[in-house]
């Protein structure tokens, strides 16, 4: 049973379309991705879902509520994490706890979170004084505490060090246990893929695929990759010619072939032609990582190899949305 439904948005700034035709539903109980490179209108549909922002046209319901026109009660039952997300230096966890939890008809036990998060050390903490990985539990406790049915997540684990970021994959799964639905927001590849049960990708404003991840990477035209050193040069153009090839890249003398499994036979038979030894071969399935970039185009400025670079130079763009302090989570 779908609880979110999002079907043909639209969404312009100044006469620049920031989404177009998005539409996608979520079923209850689902960690549900929203995936795209910087720009391609991620936040802006989530923010649509949240009812901070008012389409141009098309349709949202939550739990069959309109974010906009049932504000109220939708807020009670969807929390939600922000891209961009603060509070008061001086506010304690316990304060910023019994301050959220005063907005909601039935709460969530307070304590109860803060122990569940790790946080029940740090409740007399002030907000300044807690660290990146802290923070970030904190406002997970927040998008929590209205004892919601739906939690948002937007660009949770950026800026975290790899073991807080798993950490916090680790709770991402226990909220969903719980029986809570995720709709989680990211540019991590390797994260949309170890949670995500669905993936909707979004580039230039549109979904262009919705699938599982599994179903994404089958969906690649370079569904195998191949890595070795050869003992002397090859020409790029005859491996390029190959059955199933998608892409050939050479760096550091190391070539990066992307194919299907026919390209292993291939790539095998033409190095025993040529007389080549294939040092330290590897072949490994492709990843979501590889149908993202086939699914979202290759290359120039604007591309997704500039925009991940972007990414992993400046992380998610800030939103446009205006908001105070004390707006992290509603």
């Known amino acids: 049973m779908a609880i979110i439904e999002v079907s043909g948005v639209r969404k312009a700034y ?32 989530v923010e649509c879902v949240e009812g901070l922002r008012v389409p141009d046209a098309g349709t949202v319901r939550v739990a069959g509520l309109d974010p906009v026109a049932d504000h109220h009660e939708v807020t009670q039952i969807l929390g939600a994490q ?5 509070l008061q230096q001086k506010l304690t966890v316990r304060e910023a706890l019994d301050l959220y939890a005063s907005f909601y008809r ?25 660290s990146g990985g802290q923070k970030q539990r904190l ?4 998008a929590l505490i209205g004892s919601p049915r739906v939690v948002v997540l937007d660009e949770l684990t950026t800026g975290l060090d790899p073991r807080g970021r798993r950490d ?25 893929q170890r949670l995500c049960d669905r993936v909707a990708v979004i580039d230039a404003g549109r979904v262009v695929a919705l699938d599982t991840p599994e179903g994404l990477v089958r969906q690649a035209a370079s569904s195998t990759v191949i890595t070795f050193t050869p003992s002397k040069p090859l020409d790029e153009r005859d491996l390029a010619e190959l059955p199933g090839v998608a ?38 399935d492709a990843t979501l990582d590889d149908a993202f970039l086939d699914l979202t185009g290759r290359g120039g400025p604007d591309g997704p190899d500039a925009r991940r670079e972007a990414f992993e130079q400046d992380g998610p763009p800030a939103s446009g949305l205006a908001r105070t302090e004390t707006e992290g989570v509603h």
């Open 139 to 142: 406002f997970i406790a927040l």
């Open 14 to 45: 100044g006469g620049k379309l920031a989404v177009d035709g998005v539409s996608f539903s979520v079923e209850e109980g689902e960690i549900f991705g929203v995936l795209g490179p910087n720009g391609a209108g991620k936040t802006t549909t």
């Open 247 to 284: 892409s050939v890249a050479e760096k550091n003398a190391r070539l990066t072939i992307n194919g299907t499994d026919d390209t292993v036979n291939a790539v095998i038979s033409l190095l025993a032609r040529r007389g080549v030894t294939a040092r330290q071969l590897r072949v490994a």
């Open 168 to 192: 916090t994959w680790a709770l991402i799964e226990d909220i969903r246990d719980s029986g809570v639905t995720v709709l989680l927001v990211t540019h991590f590849m390797e994260e949309a």
């Open 106 to 130: 039935k709460p969530a036990d307070g304590l109860g979170l803060a122990r569940r998060l790790g946080l029940e050390d740090r409740l007399d903490a002030r907000f300044g004084k807690l």
């Open 82 to 86: 922000l891209q961009q997300s603060e």
